[in-house]
């Protein structure tokens, strides 16, 4: 397992111009964390009286291991530091948001009182049905500017949202709202991609058939020529919600530690969990790694090609991005339709200046060829940022060359649904190492450990942990505090974060991949669990294991061993109807690429199904020890 970094070539940096340091809001990195470091509390302190209170805190942290609190008794709202402050001071008119559709004119710009006003008007519709503090909202939308202010709306009011990504199918999309206990589902008639409409309606109707806590269905009609019918009982449209309302809604007080909303993220064993973020502490770290990490200034263009309904789009396209008064871009298209220049245009057009996107669209865009970014021009673009993997060197080198012309720092921003907000990274102006995130930023304790939880020396692989509490760190999981405690109990004292990692001598950190049974897809987290579950719940599956198979340019595609039932034989046809099934109770993301059909599958003696041994057989290499193993 270990790897050795003596063994490999001399490490590579590349040192960006030291203006990028110099005209940055985090100066010195060296100088910042030490700062940081001898006085944690100060140093948040200083950060988040850079927002809008109702009233301070009387206290930075309370810890009282594994549970923090951050900013207490503060009262605070995030929407008012994302909008009202930009309203009453000098961004009223400054554009806030450029949606992008699919179609050369389709487009919908929104300046921060544009969308100050639609968010207040929907917050009030959303009083009008009845929704009050501290309820579920659930949103599964594609991505266009009522997902935003939906969102908005939602933490305006004190309601808490749980955003399900667009592209999971109905059985997913139940299980969260069965776990949230949703009284409203808000939702689009339909979503488009690559010029085709994909309805979306009928998804939802089967995933509310068993949740009763869902009183109402809000849904955005797009198709106006054909509009879908609305029964009236239970569905309300989109912007009937809106009308008949005070224009004015008052930001809620919200507590430092009220809960702001929930986010699903795939879980190793069944059931996804319900990843809990509160008010106070989120907005300070989504608010400070986006003023100094992406180091956004008031001429920035802002564009992070992720859906909102990822934790990535939660933080760096709404509400971080927001509250530092940022021109964000979002687009409901595809990185390659109608052909692989599209982005490129977008950044031509609209003048990016920092794209934030994802290692799969990266590789991609690598197959595609250089020719089409070569046919745009680029030079507005002045950060780039990568999240959801490993930046493999290869695709930094070509991010970094064809992208960034050599001059744009690459921030490789580590970090995770759990964190809420970047954790390592290589800070603006620092020596970049091909391969490697970076290193902790300030505010933040990483380190690579072994199960003791004693840091592993430079170039052993070991468990990445986090050493102390930081603001935006979930407080639990929904109706699961004893998975919470699980995150903390793992490695004594330490956050666990489920990745294998190495640091090299120089202190940076790569991270190699997941320690555990989730598999990233093209940037999605897919538990093998829910793929497993999905397959065994289709009548000809007695048994499955599904396993992660490396992939150049999904990073991992998925595999699955299928045991049938004896009333069942292997076809062809069986295979075909398998992926359908998946991609129903699942979503399209799910679908394995391969299902063997297998008569046995290996197993611990007290019946758990052993992924490593299938995985190393499907690569050809050693299963290692497997005296553990059933006959
Ligand atoms: C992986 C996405 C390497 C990692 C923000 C983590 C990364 C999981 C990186 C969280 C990166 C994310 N380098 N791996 N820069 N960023 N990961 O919850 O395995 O969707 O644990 O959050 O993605 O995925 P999640």
């Given at each position: 397992?270990?790897?050795?970094?003596?063994?490999?070539?001399?490490?590579?940096?590349?040192?960006?111009?030291?203006?990028?340091?110099?005209?940055?809001?985090?100066?010195?990195?060296?100088?910042?964390?030490?700062?940081?470091?001898?006085?944690?509390?100060?140093?948040?302190?200083?950060?988040?009286?850079?927002?809008?209170?109702?009233?301070?805190?009387?206290?930075?942290?309370?810890?009282?291991?594994?549970?923090?609190?951050?900013?207490?008794?503060?009262?605070?709202?995030?929407?008012?530091?994302?909008?009202?402050?930009?309203?009453?001071?000098?961004?009223?008119?400054?554009?806030?948001?450029?949606?992008?559709?699919?179609?050369?004119?389709?487009?919908?710009?929104?300046?921060?009182?544009?969308?100050?006003?639609?968010?207040?008007?929907?917050?009030?519709?959303?009083?009008?049905?009845?929704?009050?503090?501290?309820?579920?909202?659930?949103?599964?939308?594609?991505?266009?500017?009522?997902?935003?202010?939906?969102?908005?709306?939602?933490?305006?009011?004190?309601?808490?949202?749980?955003?399900?990504?667009?592209?999971?199918?109905?059985?997913?999309?139940?299980?969260?709202?069965?776990?949230?206990?949703?009284?409203?589902?808000?939702?689009?008639?339909?979503?488009?991609?690559?010029?085709?409409?994909?309805?979306?309606?009928?998804?939802?109707?089967?995933?509310?058939?068993?949740?009763?806590?869902?009183?109402?269905?809000?849904?955005?009609?797009?198709?106006?020529?054909?509009?879908?019918?609305i029964h009236s009982e239970m569905e309300i449209d989109f912007y009937e919600v809106m009308t008949d309302v005070e224009p004015d809604c008052p930001a809620e007080v919200m507590d430092s530690e009220d809960p702001m909303f929930i986010l699903y993220t795939s879980g190793t064993t069944g059931a996804p969990k319900g990843i809990v973020h509160t008010c106070g502490g989120y907005m300070v770290g989504v608010y400070y790694t986006t003023r100094y990490i992406f180091d956004v200034k008031e001429s920035d263009v802002y564009w992070?090609?992720?859906?909102?309904?990822?934790?990535?789009?939660?933080?760096?396209?709404?509400?971080?991005?927001?509250?530092?008064?940022?021109?964000?871009?979002?687009?409901?298209?595809?990185?390659?339709?109608?052909?692989?220049?599209?982005?490129?245009?977008?950044?031509?057009?609209?003048?990016?200046?920092?794209?934030?996107?994802?290692?799969?669209?990266?590789?991609?865009?690598?197959?595609?060829?250089?020719?089409?970014?070569?046919?745009?021009?680029?030079?507005?673009?002045?950060?780039?940022?990568?999240?959801?993997?490993?930046?493999?060197?290869?695709?930094?080198?070509?991010?970094?060359?064809?992208?960034?012309?050599?001059?744009?720092?690459?921030?490789?921003?580590?970090w995770q649904t759990e964190t809420g907000m970047h954790m390592i990274t290589t800070v603006l102006g620092e020596p970049m190492r091909p391969g490697f995130a970076g290193k902790s930023i300030p505010g933040v304790i990483a380190d690579v450990v072994d199960k003791t939880g004693k840091s592993v020396p430079p170039g052993t692989s070991g468990f990445l942990v986090i050493k102390e509490p930081w603001p935006a760190m979930m407080r639990t999981v929904y109706n699961n505090e004893e998975r919470y405690i699980k995150y903390w109990?793992?490695?004594?004292?330490?956050?666990?974060?489920?990745?294998?990692?190495?640091?090299?001598?120089?202190?940076?950190?790569?991270?190699?991949?997941?320690?555990?049974?989730?598999?990233?897809?093209?940037?999605?987290?897919?538990?093998?669990?829910?793929?497993?579950?999905?397959?065994?719940?289709?009548?000809?599956?007695?048994?499955?294991?599904?396993?992660?198979?490396?992939?150049?340019?999904?990073?991992?595609?998925?595999?699955?061993?299928?045991?049938?039932?004896?009333?069942?034989?292997?076809?062809?046809?069986?295979?075909?109807?398998?992926?359908?099934?998946?991609?129903?109770?699942?979503?399209?993301?799910?679908?394995?690429?391969?299902?063997?059909?297998?008569?046995?599958?290996?197993?611990?003696?007290?019946?758990?199904?052993?992924?490593?041994?299938?995985?190393?057989?499907?690569?050809?290499?050693?299963?290692?020890?497997?005296?553990?193993?059933?006959?």
């Amino acid at each position: 397992m270990e790897e050795s970094a003596q063994s490999r070539p001399e490490p590579k940096y590349y040192t960006p111009n030291p203006s990028y340091r110099e005209k940055s809001w985090m100066g010195d990195y060296s100088w910042t964390y030490n700062e940081f470091l001898k006085d944690p509390e100060q140093f948040w302190d200083r950060i988040a009286k850079k927002l809008h209170w109702f009233s301070e805190w009387d206290k930075v942290k309370e810890w009282n291991y594994p549970h923090a609190k951050w900013f207490v008794n503060g009262k605070t709202n995030i929407t008012y530091n994302c909008l009202d402050r930009h309203v009453l001071g000098e961004r009223r008119n400054k554009v806030a948001l450029i949606w992008k559709g699919e179609s050369e004119d389709d487009e919908r710009v929104f300046t921060y009182r544009q969308l100050y006003r639609e968010v207040m008007r929907f917050a009030n519709g959303l009083k009008k049905l009845g929704v009050v503090k501290g309820d579920r909202v659930c949103i599964y939308m594609p991505v266009i500017p009522e997902q935003v202010i939906a969102m908005l709306a939602c933490a305006r009011i004190g309601a808490v949202h749980s955003v399900v990504f667009g592209g999971y199918g109905a059985a997913a999309l139940n299980q969260r709202i069965v776990d949230a206990g949703a009284k409203i589902v808000i939702t689009a008639d339909m979503a488009i991609r690559r010029g085709k409409s994909i309805p979306l309606k009928h998804t939802i109707e089967e995933a509310i058939i068993g949740a009763p806590t869902v009183e109402h269905l809000i849904i955005l009609r797009r198709e106006l020529r054909t509009p879908v019918e609305i029964h009236s009982e239970m569905e309300i449209d989109f912007y009937e919600v809106m009308t008949d309302v005070e224009p004015d809604c008052p930001a809620e007080v919200m507590d430092s530690e009220d809960p702001m909303f929930i986010l699903y993220t795939s879980g190793t064993t069944g059931a996804p969990k319900g990843i809990v973020h509160t008010c106070g502490g989120y907005m300070v770290g989504v608010y400070y790694t986006t003023r100094y990490i992406f180091d956004v200034k008031e001429s920035d263009v802002y564009w992070c090609t992720a859906d909102p309904g990822w934790i990535t789009g939660h933080s760096y396209v709404v509400y971080g991005p927001l509250s530092v008064g940022a021109t964000i871009l979002i687009g409901e298209g595809t990185p390659d339709y109608p052909d692989a220049g599209i982005w490129w245009k977008m950044v031509e057009e609209y003048g990016v200046s920092i794209l934030y996107t994802a290692p799969t669209a990266i590789r991609m865009f690598m197959k595609m060829g250089r020719e089409w970014p070569d046919k745009y021009n680029l030079s507005s673009l002045r950060i780039l940022g990568s999240v959801g993997e490993p930046l493999n060197p290869e695709a930094f080198e070509w991010f970094y060359h064809v992208i960034g012309k050599a001059k744009c720092p690459i921030v490789d921003t580590w970090w995770q649904t759990e964190t809420g907000m970047h954790m390592i990274t290589t800070v603006l102006g620092e020596p970049m190492r091909p391969g490697f995130a970076g290193k902790s930023i300030p505010g933040v304790i990483a380190d690579v450990v072994d199960k003791t939880g004693k840091s592993v020396p430079p170039g052993t692989s070991g468990f990445l942990v986090i050493k102390e509490p930081w603001p935006a760190m979930m407080r639990t999981v929904y109706n699961n505090e004893e998975r919470y405690i699980k995150y903390w109990e793992t490695i004594p004292g330490c956050y666990t974060v489920g990745d294998l990692a190495i640091k090299g001598e120089d202190g940076n950190i790569m991270v190699i991949g997941r320690s555990d049974d989730l598999i990233i897809v093209s940037g999605h987290n897919i538990g093998t669990a829910e793929v497993e579950s999905a397959l065994v719940s289709h009548k000809a599956v007695a048994e499955a294991a599904v396993i992660g198979k490396p992939d150049p340019l999904k990073g991992n595609t998925i595999k699955a061993f299928v045991i049938l039932r004896n009333t069942h034989t292997p076809s062809d046809r069986l295979k075909n109807e398998l992926f359908y099934h998946v991609r129903i109770t699942l979503g399209p993301i799910a679908i394995p690429s391969e299902i063997e059909f297998v008569d046995s599958l290996p197993k611990t003696r007290s019946g758990k199904i052993v992924r490593r041994v299938l995985k190393a057989k499907e690569m050809g290499m050693d299963p290692g020890d497997i005296s553990t193993l059933d006959e």
